[in-house]
Each structure stands twice: as C-alpha cells, then as structure tokens.
C-alpha cells in the first residue's frame, strides 16, 4: 500500500508536467505556444518559454507585470499565488512542478553517497526568500535596462528550469539562437549542471534553497486547507523525521515552510498520528460507520 501510494504522486507528477507541456509540435519545431491559455499561470514552475508550455510561469508573470514601462501591480498573478497557496501550501511543489518531478527522478540516480544536509545548511534554507526578495521582486522593479524596462533577474540568470525546458530545446532546434550563445547561456548552463549534480546527492536542493516559488507557497503551509495535524497517538518515535528527505521534525513543526507534502512521513507513522483534512474526514466517516 505505501509503495503504491508513493507511485500515485509519481503519477500524478507525470500526468501534470504533460498536460501543462502538451504542445508537442512545439518541440519538434522550436516554436513557442501563444495560443489563449498562454495567459493562463500554472501552479508550478514551468517556463513560458518551454515549446510544450500551455500556460505561464507564475514566478515569469510577476516579473513580466512587474517591470514593464508603466510599473503595474500583478494583482492577477498576486491573487493566484495567494490562492493556490491559501489552498494548498506547498502541496503544489509535491505533487504539480515539473521542474520538482525532474529533480525526483534525478535523485533517484543511484551515484553519491546521499545526504540530508549541506554544508551551511541552516543558511541555505534561508537563501530562497533572498533570491524570491531581490531576483524576483526587488531587482525587476527599481532597476531598469536600456528604455526604462526591468530585466526579468530571476528568469534570466538563475534559473535552471528554464534552462532545462526552454533554454536547451530552443537552442537545439534554431540557427538563430545557436549562434547567439554567448556568456549568459553558459552561466546559465553552469548553474543547471550544478543543479542536477546536487540532485543526485541531495533531496531536491533548487526547492530547498533557491526556488523562489517555493518559498512563496512556504508561507502559507501552517494556515493553507491543506495541512498537518499531529493528534494524540504520535510517540515521538522520530521515524518521521527519519524517512523525511528534508530532514523536517514533523513531530514538532508538521506545517514546517520546507514541507512538500510528499506523504511519507504519514506512510511511515506506526500510529497515524498525522492528519491531513482527507484522512480526518474519513476517519471521521469510518467512525460515524461504526456507530451505526
């Protein structure tokens, strides 16, 4: 049963990351979908630029708001994000971000020897809400290039999701990009590499430390519908904490900002001391069974 449930977020992952990436012909052709769900944000973080992408990267469409000519608030993009965050924290990132389901499968690798933690890790955990402060919100809006406009900062010089999905395939399949290549795309390079290196030996390290959007849905995991809640069986057996690949004390902070939702800590638990609203109100429906 635990080995299925862990299949059924796989699937999901996979099932998400196509219909969000369907336009197929966009990556024989090396051509960018503009079609009307173009306007449209997704949950997770998938490049508008991707070929396949139907829908646009929240984190993108911030920055595009952001640092246009005539600075405009993103109230569309704020409400989203809000929304999906109010509703699900960081549930999104478990089980709705392509660039997380590349990173799970990465870590599947079976090089390094696999760690929880990095060095400095304390500071890392924290290095996400500077990149979301300064790469996506500061940067974009007080500093404008040549005309006035912003740079998109985070998109362009961080990224290594859209290094991956966008970058890499429009290069591939257009003369003109090819021969464009200059020392951005290899810093760009460099840090996917990094990226997917770390994947092998550590537990998704870019929505650890780095992913922006990850930081932001963070916030809303201790009051989002979807959440933890350790009831009166737990026995502090630790094995939460143990089979957890972000090392979070589940027992102690079960709305922790670094929680994906994942699960595992809930198929692990030898007294199903963590409670979800799903498991709650089927619990309460198998009692309420019971008493008739």
């Known amino acids: 049963m635990k080995k299925l449930m862990s299949n059924v977020r796989l699937m999901i992952q996979i099932l998400v990351t196509t219909i969000t990436n369907a336009n197929f012909k966009g990556f024989l052709t090396g051509t960018i979908y503009r079609g009307p769900t173009k306007f449209a944000c997704v949950p997770g973080l998938n490049c508008y630029s991707c070929p396949g992408a139907l829908g646009s990267c929240p984190i993108g469409s911030f920055q ?28 999104t990132c478990g089980y709705a971000c392509p660039f997380g389901l590349v990173q799970d499968l990465i870590y599947k690798i079976p090089l390094f020897k696999k760690v929880k933690k990095l060095p400095l890790e304390k500071y890392l955990r924290k290095l996400r809400y500077l990149v979301l402060a300064i790469f996506v919100i500061i940067l974009p809006i007080f500093i404008a290039g040549i005309g006035g406009v912003g740079n998109p900062y985070f998109c362009k010089y961080i990224c290594p999701s859209g290094t991956l999905m966008a970058g ?12 464009s290549i200059g020392s951005l795309f290899f810093l760009k390079m460099s840090i996917l590499v990094g990226t997917i290196l770390l994947s092998i030996k550590t537990y998704r390290p870019f929505c650890k430390y780095i992913c922006p959007l990850g930081a932001i849905y963070g916030f809303f995991n201790p009051v989002a519908m979807y959440k933890f809640k350790i009831n009166d069986s737990c026995i502090n057996c630790n094995k939460c904490r143990q089979v957890c690949k972000f090392d979070i004390e589940v027992y102690h902070n079960p709305n922790s900002p670094d929680c994906i939702r994942c699960g595992d800590c809930i198929r692990i638990c030898p007294t199903s001391a963590i ?18």
């Open 275 to 292: 409670e979800t609203p799903y498991t709650k109100a089927l619990k309460n429906k198998k009692d309420k069974l019971g008493e008739n």
């Open 168 to 179: 890499i395939p429009l290069v591939l399949k257009n003369d003109v990009f090819r021969s």
């Open 64 to 91: 595009a708001v952001a640092n246009s000519r005539d600075f405009s608030i993103p109230f569309y993009v704020g409400g989203f994000l809000a929304t999906v965050g109010a509703t699900t924290g960081r549930y």
